[in-house]
């Protein structure tokens, strides 16, 4: 009887050894498949448009515009401008309105912003309110905004 149990336990011995086996190659499997997705970028992917943040700027008066910059911008007042132009680590981006038949008009900023490709940059003009000119001579305007950033190596687009 003695025997009978060392047999059994023969048995038990090799069933164990497959279960194991069964096993390892099961977490194996496991390992090599969670190894797979993550390299296939199951991650989030960035969009090329998403925001990444918004970016800080002052305007500038006209006083503070780089000589050079203020020269192109007078060059192209007529018909309105979208311009950019860096100088010492800055980056100046300039929206122009071209000529308007009145003055009264304000331009804001709605958005400054990084993306992973490019800086955004937009801007509304809004008109004088009805009846605001009327007391004065009707003369034309030019109705633009510069503001000043941190200078980046990515293009703008003007919204």
Not at 8 to 28: D, G, Y
Not at 35 to 62: M, P, R
Not at 96 to 123: M, R
């Amino acid at each position: 009887m003695w025997h009978h149990k060392l047999v059994k336990s023969k048995k038990n011995v090799n069933m164990e050894k497959r279960k194991n086996k069964k096993l390892t190659c099961a977490l194996l499997m496991m390992l090599f498949f969670t190894g797979v997705l993550g390299l296939t970028g199951c991650g989030k992917k960035t969009d090329a448009l998403e925001k990444i943040k918004d970016l800080e700027f002052t305007v500038i008066a006209e006083e503070n515009i780089p000589e050079e910059l203020l020269s192109t911008m007078e060059g192209k007042k007529e018909t309105g401008f979208k311009l950019t132009f860096q100088d010492n680590g800055f980056l100046y981006i300039c929206r122009g309105y071209g000529k308007q038949e009145t003055g009264g008009y304000s331009i804001s900023v709605d958005a400054l912003y990084e993306t992973e490709n490019a800086v955004y940059f937009d801007t509304t003009l809004t008109g004088p309110q009805p009846g605001q000119n009327d007391d004065k001579k009707q003369s034309a305007s030019y109705p633009y905004v510069v503001i000043k950033t941190e200078a980046f190596d990515k293009p703008v687009v003007f919204e």
